[in-house]
């Protein structure tokens, strides 16, 4: 028998099997997912591929649609009844779109929910965090693809909503395409950031049902029920929640605080529901 030992340096003896200088590079690291451009391609797929989707956007229009048309027949009728309490007078056929947007929020509000909680009902988040393993990532990513369809979404909401008004007001309807434009873009905005709202809640509670109830709960129960004693303290409340501060932005209200203040109280409602669902999407597993 040699007395010459076997060799142990060969691949097969090898801590890393003898793999490439890359592939060892490579070995431990968790999926990327392509970088949040990645992250962001494979949200707007997700997205497309559900079904409800289709269904909410769908309910949007036809929601904005009779709500604007059935707003601008109330508007004619009160300017012509025998009433002068009833009287509007001429409005902008934007702003029939905006008041439409009470109701039809809430097919935009579906949609941003679906995004996140539906992924918790069926399980699929498991696989979504495996692909995209940062959560901050995969928090930004869904934002991006949530506010850029809900403003799409919003322009077109919008346009249909002055499209219908403006032959039912008639002459007191008024038509300045600036105007109305501007009018449209605003409606937009607040509908990505309610919709970026919704989602970051979504995240937070995990569950379709709560995170409605919780939502139609701060933009329209409460404040209603807030102002009802008519007190100073409780209508200030009213005022700084996302759905009073909204309207109060798009109505142009400046009377207790600019318009443009309302904006930024509908964005900081926003990131706080945002910073509210990455801080439970890191401290609880999937």
Known sequence: MSGTLPRTDGPLHRPDGGLPRTARRDAGRAPSGGGLRGAVASEWTKLWSVRSVWWCLLSGVLLMAATAGQLAIYVANGNTDDDPANDRGVLPVGRIAIDAVELTQFAVIALALLVITSEYANGTIRTTLQWIPSRARLLLAKTAVVAGVTFGTGVLLGGIGAAVAAPVLGEWGRFAPGET??????????????AVFTLGLGAALRSAVGTLVTVFLLLAIVPTTLRLPDLGPLNAIADALPGSAGLHFLRGESENYPAAVGLVIVLGWAVAALLAGLAVLRRRDA
């Not at 434009?181 to 309610?194: E, N, T």
């Open 181 to 194: 434009v501007g009018d449209v873009l605003g409606l937009a905005g607040y509908l990505a950031l309610i």
